[in-house]
């Protein structure tokens, strides 16, 4: 799957000192590493099996070696990305996220996170977030039309806090089913990001 960073940019400048972050599945953006893998034993016996492989054989919460090299990349400070995304729920692959999407770790922390729901729908997600999250800074709307000529009109919500960006929206799959994706980024993270896209200028250039 490929991942999309939509988040507003220019929205950056509304951003002040870092504040708390209300969590997602469990986690809160601007943890650090070590937090987020003890936030449920299913990660803390997975980190374990790292260290102890033999102990964890037959164990379902057994990490393989590439997950093992990017549990060891983020507890380093390293930047790292661990997915989960449709592709390995569809063909069967394990992994320690449980749920769909993404998480990037930079310098300790959980720096970015992205959650995509496939079983739920904007009406009853939508009133969770606001919940969770407030008033938000930006709404829109983006106009999509299939190959049968039916049109949508699908729903994008920007927030910008103390500290971090939150994105939600609703989007539709090549088959026309609609899912809800939900990224989140530290502050910091999203200055990166602007930076790294000012010095790759246009594709026109």
């Not at 496939?118 to 800074?137: A, C, H, Q």
Request: aromatic share 8%; with cysteine.
């Amino acid at each position: 799957m490929k991942i999309r960073i939509v988040f507003c940019i220019p929205l950056l400048v509304a951003i002040l000192a870092s504040g708390q972050t209300p969590t997602v599945k469990g986690h809160a953006i601007g943890e650090s590493v070590s937090s987020f893998f003890h936030a449920s034993r299913a990660l803390e016996m997975a980190v374990d099996s790292c260290a102890n492989p033999n102990a964890y054989q037959n164990s379902r919460f057994r990490a393989d070696g590439e997950t093992c090299q990017q549990i060891s990349s983020a507890m380093a400070g390293k930047r790292t990305r661990i997915s989960n995304d449709l592709a390995h729920e569809l063909m069967g692959s394990e992994s320690i996220l449980p749920f769909t999407g993404y998480v990037e770790f930079s310098a300790g922390k959980l720096s970015m996170m992205e959650v995509d729901l496939y079983s739920e729908n904007w009406n009853t997600v939508y009133p969770d977030l606001l919940k969770k999250f407030g008033r938000p800074t930006k709404t829109d709307t983006v106009e999509l039309q299939n190959g049968y000529g039916a049109r949508y009109s699908l729903p994008t919500v920007s927030w910008v806090r103390p500290g971090y960006v939150v994105d939600a929206s609703e989007n539709m799959t090549m088959l026309y089913a609609h899912f809800i994706v939900i990224e989140m980024a530290t502050s910091e993270r999203m200055k990166e990001l602007e930076k790294e896209k000012q010095r790759e200028g246009s594709p026109l250039d």
